[in-house]
Nanobody, 119 residues
Framework: QVQLVESGGGLVQAGGSLRLSCVAS????????MGWFRQAPGKERASVAT????????SYADSVKGRFSISRDNAKNTMYLQMTSLKPEDTAVYYC????????????WGQGTQVTVSS
């Protein structure tokens, strides 16, 4: 089992940047595929970016390609989401999640961190 804690959210003006962090407990962080998700008010939770166990493979939602960058540091049990050129439509609660290699679904979720982008 792994516990996830996000941080780094906040209020930023459009065009600004933020870096989210997700720290995982336990010694098995490197065995999990990881992802960032977000949920805006009145909308369903959606995938933002994913990264494989080694960090060598990443994927992004079309809406954030070229603006967001996902990375991980397995030695620090931490995953990051660097967000640049933020837009008001990026406003949402951002969650990190962990998916065991043998599973298709994300099993562990953080509590979320609020990102608000003002116009």
């Amino acid at each position: 089992q792994v516990q996830l804690v996000e941080s780094g959210g906040g209020l930023v003006q459009a065009g600004g940047s933020l870096r989210l962090s997700c720290v995982a407990s336990g010694r098995t962080f490197s065995t999990y595929n990881m992802g960032w998700f977000r949920q805006a008010p009145g909308k369903e939770r959606a995938s933002v970016a994913t990264i494989n166990r080694s960090g060598s493979v990443t994927s992004y939602a079309d809406s954030v390609k070229g603006r967001f960058s996902i990375s991980r540091d397995n030695a620090k049990n931490t995953m990051y989401l660097q967000m640049t050129s933020l837009k008001p439509e990026d406003t949402a609660v951002y969650y990190c999640a962990a998916r065991p290699a043998i599973m298709n679904d994300y099993k562990y979720w953080g509590q979320g961190t609020q990102v608000t982008v003002s116009s």
